[in-house]
């Protein structure tokens, strides 16, 4: 299992307690704490998961209006918790996160419903995500240019760093 999945099921866990017991954003650290204490005692991901939680809080509006948006048969409160929290850190990570490529967001999404969901949850979270992905193409096309910059001046500069 590589680090990040690790992290986004830690992420989706937290999401979920959160979303089940409704509790506000003053729970966060001790269920997050919780989970990894009970999950992952010995694994440390230098605050991703931590980062994924707090992004979603901080747009679960705007997500979740996405989330209408594209689930067009399923009132938000009719989609399951874990379904429901997958979406929102999918569509986070598509949307919002700046260093996460909207198919790697897409591809995680679907495990984690394959991991934690329903029979049909894969399919529910990969035909809305690919919805969304298709409707916002020109935008994630943007972010991801970005992002292959980025990763292409980081190279660069291993390169020299690695020549000195």
Known sequence: MSHRYLSRTIAVQTLFELDFRQYGTDKLPDVLRYNFEEFAPDFHDDG????????VLARKSEIDAHITTYATEWPL???????RNILRLGIFEILFHENIPARVAI???????????????????????G???????????????????????KGRLKNQNDKA
């Open 48 to 55: 991703f998961a931590e980062e994924l939680v707090r992004g």
């Open 131 to 153: 919805s969304l992905y298709k409707e916002i193409l020109p935008q994630i096309t943007e972010k991801e240019e970005r992002l292959q910059k980025v990763q292409e001046e």
């Open 77 to 83: 409160e009719n989609i399951t918790i874990v379904d």
């Open 107 to 129: 591809n995680e999404a679907i495990e984690l419903a394959k991991a934690y969901g329903g029979p049909a949850s894969s399919k529910f979270v990969n035909g809305v995500l």
